[in-house]
């Protein structure tokens, strides 16, 4: 399917074509240089003493480089704690919402039935509204199943309101493998259960792979909804959890930023390992009828 | 059996969402025309009492505005930057792939931390910006960068541009590498130069990506909380609040669930009637197109 990439500037041959590769380089350098300054400042940042930060003469670099500020963040806050509770959040939110997406997809992919079309309308209908949104129907129904302040609420609400991109995910993937494996298998004594588990999975792993980190990393940067149902210190999210720093008098940057980088480097490498499979994915499975 | 099978696969996922999403989509259009006491309990039929309150009240109509104003240029901005953006990625060069790599940060953070650094960053006191500036030589002394709430505002939408870019960039990259090389070829055989190249072939063919990008982006910067909480929580007096952070403090801070749940209802109105304007008129562009 996929055809060779396109390249608008071949090798450079005449000076015009030089010059429209130097004027590439440079966007790209600039590109780059914006997209990481907020990075690099966090970083430099997060090795400074208090002090330094809130200086009347700023400093680029570190005067004295602070390595204990990411040590000490460990102690000054339960970090620890709201690790766990977002890798539990996350983790829960990521298997129901695969769990349950992956024989919707299938069943969207592999088979013929009335309401397909209205299945597919809910799940975009879904996407309309944030939970930020539904946060006064969220926060009732969580009363009624006296869920409020746990972490099973919000695993329910991210599962549920990351269904629709686990479905078009898996939907685009399965779309893309043809059914005639699963045909044979079905011919042979397999059962559509077995047809699905044991051949279509298996090919699918990649696909599957990606709606599992995509799914996790949303779950993983959730905000409002926690902000709203987690009252207890000990249940919140890191996203919650580390605005611990920022006081109501004084804002303790230096370790804001270090917990920060803590939260951040995890699910850029988990996102750059799913970056290719990912748009492809999310626009195929999303627009094909 | 064979009639059931479908709905049964379905079942779990169908659930999930009709629980936790459709019952509160419900639950808020029910509290919407709902007397509510200030505990959040429903105290019988309001009509349209919540709706008047909400549309009469001075503040909203700048609320409204501000929602326009940060989704158009919000969308609109990052829409412009990330197709340039996906043009520069798309060609081949020496780092391509870590320069890929790179874009996705912003996609990848909690909304809450970039939100936070920029904070920093523009800070009037202690920030970097001027700091890097200096050092630069851009400036002599300290600027101050936001000494208006409309300054903040924009600030507020460069952070969300910022965040935003990524996704466009790769919804529209994707939709590039599907384009068949032979047509430049045949194109620059037929003396086509760049902006001929850009407006007859790539652009056509990158529609339906930059359709999906565009509706999905319409979406969530309208829905969008974290940026504009962090950094200035609507404040001074709503010049900064949006839809959303305004019905957040209506409900969570002054007990007004049922406002608030108008608020809500408003919103999503406005939100159907832009995602399905642009669907019909980029739908209907295509037909002609084709």
């Not at chain 1, 400093?59 to 339960?78: G, H, M, Q, S």
């Not at chain 2, 959303?244 to 002054?254: I, S």
Request: glycine share 6%.
């Amino acid at each position: 399917m996929r055809k060779k990439e396109k390249v608008y500037i071949k090798k450079a041959q005449t000076p015009k074509d030089k010059a429209l590769r130097v004027l590439l380089y440079l966007a790209v350098i600039v590109l780059v240089v914006v997209i990481l300054y907020p990075y690099f400042v966090m970083f430099t940042s997060a090795l400074k003493s208090r002090a330094e930060i809130y200086a009347m003469k700023g400093t680029l670099l570190p005067i004295e480089w602070e390595w204990k500020n990411f040590v000490d963040v460990w102690k000054l806050a339960p970090l620890a704690r709201y690790f766990i509770n977002s890798i539990v959040v996350s983790g829960g939110a990521t298997a129901i919402a695969i769990l349950c997406g992956i024989p919707a997809a299938y069943a969207l992919s592999r088979m013929k039935f009335k309401g397909k079309k209205f299945f597919l309308g809910l799940v975009i209908i879904s996407q309309m509204f944030a939970p930020v949104v539904l946060l006064v129907g969220i926060y009732k129904i969580m009363s009624l199943f006296h869920l409020t302040d746990t972490l099973l609420a919000l695993i329910f609400i991210n599962a549920a309101f990351n269904q629709a991109f686990a479905i078009w995910l898996l939907r685009g993937t399965f779309m893309s493998i043809s059914p005639e494996m699963e045909q044979a298998a079905t011919i042979d004594g397999c059962n559509q259960v077995q047809a699905m588990t044991r051949v279509l999975l298996p090919v699918a792993a990649p696909g599957i792979v990606t709606a599992l980190i995509f799914v996790f990393i949303n779950a993983w940067n959730e905000y409002t909804v926690a902000l709203t149902l987690i009252s207890s210190d000990i249940l919140k999210p890191l996203t919650v959890g580390i605005t611990i720093f920022n006081g109501y008098n004084m804002i303790e940057w230096q370790y804001l930023f270090a917990s920060s980088l803590f939260a951040t480097i995890p699910v850029v490498i988990l996102f750059i390992c799913i970056e290719k499979h990912l748009v492809g994915g999310l626009t195929s499975g999303g627009v094909k009828g | 059996m064979k009639s059931a099978g479908p709905y049964i696969w379905l079942l779990p996922s169908m659930l999930l969402m009709v629980i936790f999403i459709l019952f509160p989509i419900f639950e808020v259009f029910r509290t919407s025309v709902s007397k509510v006491s200030k505990a959040g309990i429903i105290k019988g039929f309001a009509g349209l009492d919540n709706f008047t309150k909400v549309l009469k009240s001075p503040v909203f109509g700048l609320v409204l505005k501000n929602t326009l104003v940060w989704t158009i240029v919000v969308v609109g901005l990052s829409t412009l930057i990330g197709f340039a953006l996906a043009l520069v990625l798309n060609n081949e060069f020496k780092g391509r792939k870590i320069a890929r790599a790179i874009v996705v940060f912003p996609w990848a953070t909690s909304l809450i931390i970039q939100a936070g650094v920029w904070k920093f960053i523009i800070d009037a006191d202690y920030g970097t910006l001027n700091t890097l500036f200096m050092k630069l030589g851009l400036i002599s002394k300290s600027v101050n960068w936001t000494p208006t709430p409309a300054a903040y505002f924009a600030w507020e939408c460069w952070v969300g541009i910022f965040v935003t870019i990524p996704f466009v960039t790769f919804c529209v990259l994707s939709g590039l590498q599907s384009i068949d090389i032979s047509y430049y070829e045949s194109a620059t055989v037929d003396g086509a130069g760049f902006w001929q190249k850009l407006f007859h072939i790539t652009l056509p063919l990158v529609r339906s990506s930059l359709t999906v990008s565009t509706v999905l982006n319409i979406i969530y910067v309208f829905n969008s909380f974290p940026i504009i909480w962090t950094i200035t929580k609507g404040d001074p007096a709503n010049r900064t609040d949006t839809l959303v952070t305004y019905l957040y403090k209506q409900a969570f801070y002054k007990g007004r669930t049922g406002e608030a749940a108008a608020i809500s209802v408003i919103g999503f109105l406005i939100l159907c009637i832009c995602a399905s304007v642009y669907m019909v008129l980029s739908l209907r562009k295509e037909e002609q197109d084709a």
